[in-house]
């Protein structure tokens, strides 16, 4: 399950960038920057949850790799929204300016 979200996150990624036209360069820092934040913050705050006994996992859905208490997929969902936000950001932008060039837009109201 962790994997499809992943491979769909990045692909969701990758077509935002190529959409946008986003030069790798450009983008690699902030995202690298952005991932291993929120994987940092992720680590800290479900170590913290499941020592404190506010939630735990079936083991029969895990793989068994824990960094800490915290199961490995867990981490799956922040890196899915490191991956998610700007590629559906840079989509819908990219939706937005083709619309408007191509003359689609909503007119005004005229009331002649």
């Known amino acids: 399950m962790s994997f499809w979200f992943l491979a769909a996150a990045g692909s969701v990624f990758l077509l ?3 959409a946008g036209r ?4 450009a983008i690699a820092l ?3 920057a952005a991932m291993v934040l929120m994987l940092l913050l992720t ?7 499941i ?17 800490g208490l915290a199961p490995i997929e867990d981490f799956a969902y ?3 929204a490191v991956l998610l ?28």
């Open 30 to 32: 902030p995202v690298l």
């Open 16 to 18: 935002g960038a190529l």
């Open 78 to 80: 922040a890196a899915c």
């Open 51 to 67: 020592f404190a006994g506010l939630f735990d996992y079936g083991t029969h859905t895990l793989s068994g790799l824990r960094i």
């Open 85 to 112: 936000g700007p590629g559906l950001w840079w989509l819908f932008e990219a939706l937005a300016s083709r619309r408007k060039g191509s003359g689609h837009s909503i007119p005004p109201n005229d009331k002649a």
């Open 22 to 25: 986003k030069k790798p360069a």
């Open 43 to 49: 680590a800290i705050f479900d170590n913290l949850m």
